[in-house]
């Protein structure tokens, strides 16, 4: 049986700055400027009229599956490096 380590990473706010990416999707979506939704928000993004979990699942679903934000969100500065680090180690 392999025994094969396995270290998960949490993406969106610790490796990378998820509130950008998903602004400018939602900014998109709705037809509006990024710069109309406050960088300040609370943990369910109501400052940007995301009114109900159901609406913000539906804009993560399509930031997420549709425009790939994991794959284009900026990075932390210092978040690439101490990944490599962690992997070497």
Do not use: K, N
């Amino acid at each position: 049986m392999s025994r094969d380590f396995v270290f998960g990473v949490d993406l969106d706010g610790v490796c990378g700055d998820y509130t950008a990416a998903f602004r400018q999707v939602v900014a998109e979506e709705r037809g509006v400027a990024p710069e109309s939704l406050p960088v300040e928000r609370s943990w369910d993004f109501s400052e940007w009229g995301i009114d109900s979990a159901e609406e913000f699942d539906r804009l993560h679903r399509i930031a997420v599956m549709e425009r790939r934000i994991f794959r284009d969100m900026p990075a932390f500065p210092g978040a690439s490096e101490a990944l490599w680090r962690l992997s070497d180690a």
